[in-house]
């Protein structure tokens, strides 16, 4: 018997993997230089450069590494309908977050790194839960506004 409570829930839960985007995956070479990996693009979070590879955060905090550039990636995810912002790391490279996966975007707190200007909680990142940028919280808001 099911509580009258989570009956509410259950009755949600159709509607909600409606509104999941399709599946689209495309072709990933690791870093360890096996063959490509399968990698559904609407699932990817987060895309960036770290240690000399190509960062993929996903929904199921998983990371995976590519040592295809960013660029490369990150074409063949908005060919597969992945719609994404870019922003400023606080390296002065690039770091892509999934729009629809952008929960909040605040001031930078303390805790952050020197040149911190913003940080914007995504959903699903492995080993934190915000993404700290150099864009003010206006400047990152434009970007998410000009990317939609």
């Keep these: 018997m099911i509580p009258r409570?989570?009956?509410?829930l259950l009755l949600l839960?159709?509607?909600?993997?409606?509104?999941?985007?399709?599946?689209?995956?495309?072709?990933?070479?690791?870093?360890?230089?096996?063959?490509?990996?399968?990698?559904?693009?609407?699932?990817?979070v987060r895309v960036a450069r770290l240690d000399g590879a190509t960062v993929l955060d996903t929904t199921a905090y998983v990371q995976q590494r590519s040592s295809e550039s960013l660029d490369a990636v990150i074409r063949r995810l908005q060919a597969a309908g992945?719609?994404?912002?870019?922003?400023?790391?606080l390296n002065g490279g690039r770091t892509y977050l999934a729009l629809d996966r952008i929960v909040v975007?605040?001031?930078?707190?303390?805790?952050?790194?020197?040149?911190?200007r913003s940080a914007i909680v995504v959903a699903g990142l492995r080993f934190a839960t915000d993404v700290a940028v150099r864009e003010t919280v206006a400047e990152a808001m434009a970007a998410i506004a000009?990317?939609?």
């Design 105 to 116: 975007v605040r001031p930078s707190e303390e805790r952050h790194a020197a040149g911190a």
């Design 13 to 44: 839960a159709p509607a909600a993997r409606a509104q999941e985007p399709p599946a689209a995956f495309i072709d990933l070479i690791p870093t360890e230089g096996r063959a490509a990996v399968r990698l559904n693009a609407m699932q990817v």
């Design 146 to 148: 000009a990317a939609h």
């Design 5 to 8: 409570r989570a009956l509410p």
């Design 82 to 89: 992945l719609r994404m912002v870019p922003l400023t790391d």
